[in-house]
T-cell receptor, first 111, second 111 residues
Framework: GESVGLHLPTLSVQEGDNSIINCAYS??????FIWYKQESGKGPQFIID?????DKRQGQRVTVLLNKTVKHLSLQIAATQPGDSAVYFC??????????FGSGTKLNVKP | EAQVTQNPRYLITVTGKKLTVTCSQN?????MSWYRQDPGLGLRQIYY???????DKGDVPEGYKVSRKEKRNFPLILESPSPNQTSLYFC??????????FGPGTRLLVL
C-alpha cells in the first residue's frame, strides 16, 4: 500500500517557539494532503489541507508547505502553545476515495 | 452538533465471536470510511463507502465486512474476530468538501 513517512517520531519545543513537522510521501499521483492532530483518547482532528496544485497554504497559526519535486510536506505551527501538544500526522489521497496516513510525530511543548 | 459517533467505545471479545461496531453521522455526508490504527503503523483504511449501497475495499479489508443501507450509518462487522484484529478503530465521514470528520474511536481487544 501507499506510505507516508515522518522524519522524527518526537519533537520537543519551548512554548512560544515555532514548530516544524515534516512528512515524506511516495505516491506522486496524490492530489490532496491533510494534516491531522490527535490528542490522547480522541479521534484525529483536521488542522489544514492543501491541494497538489498549491505550494503553500496558511491557516490560523499553521502553515502547510508542499514540495512536489521531492515529495515532501511540512506543517509549521507558529508560537507553539501547551495546548498544541499532541500527535500530528499527515495524510495523502489518491484515486479520490483512498487515503494513506503517516504514523505520526509526537509534539511536546515545554512551558 | 455535527458529529460522528461510534459504539461501543471499548470492547473485549473472544476469538470467533461475531461483533459489530456501529458508526453514525448526522451531517448527511455521502462518503464514510473505516480505519484501524496500530502503534507505529498509523491509520490504515479498511473499507469506504461513496453512498448508500456503494462500498469498496481499502488497504486492509481482510476479515472485515461493511454495509451501507442508510446514508447515516456505516457499521463495521467482524464475522470471526482474531487476535490480530485487536486495534483502535475509527470511522470517518465527509461531504462535498474534502475534510474528513473522525469519530472518537473504538478500542477492540480480541482474546
Amino acid at each position: 500500500g501507499e506510505s507516508v513517512g515522518l522524519h522524527l517520531p518526537t519533537l520537543s519545543v519551548q512554548e512560544g517557539d515555532n514548530s516544524i513537522i515534516n512528512c515524506a510521501y511516495s505516491n506522486s499521483a496524490s492530489d490532496y494532503f491533510i494534516w491531522y492532530k490527535q490528542e490522547s483518547g480522541k479521534g484525529p482532528q483536521f488542522i489544514i489541507d492543501i491541494r497538489s496544485n498549491m505550494d503553500k497554504r496558511q491557516g490560523q497559526r499553521v502553515t502547510v508547505l508542499l514540495n512536489k519535486t521531492v515529495k515532501h510536506l511540512s506543517l509549521q505551527i507558529a508560537a507553539t502553545q501547551p495546548g498544541d501538544s499532541a500527535v500530528y500526522f499527515c495524510a495523502g489521497r489518491y484515486n479520490f476515495n483512498k487515503f494513506y496516513f503517516g504514523s505520526g510525530t509526537k509534539l511536546n511543548v515545554k512551558p | 452538533e455535527a458529529q460522528v459517533t461510534q459504539n461501543p467505545r471499548y470492547l473485549i471479545t473472544v476469538t470467533g465471536k461475531k461483533l459489530t461496531v456501529t458508526c453514525s453521522q448526522n451531517m448527511n455526508h455521502e462518503y464514510m470510511s473505516w480505519y484501524r490504527q496500530d502503534p507505529g503503523l498509523g491509520l490504515r483504511q479498511i473499507y469506504y463507502s461513496m453512498n448508500v449501497e456503494v462500498t469498496d475495499k481499502g488497504d486492509v479489508p481482510e476479515g472485515y465486512k461493511v454495509s451501507r443501507k442508510e446514508k447515516r450509518n456505516f457499521p463495521l462487522i467482524l464475522e470471526s474476530p482474531s487476535p490480530n484484529q485487536t486495534s483502535l478503530y475509527f470511522c470517518a465521514s465527509r461531504g462535498g468538501q474534502e475534510t474528513q470528520y473522525f469519530g472518537p474511536g473504538t478500542r477492540l481487544l480480541v482474546l
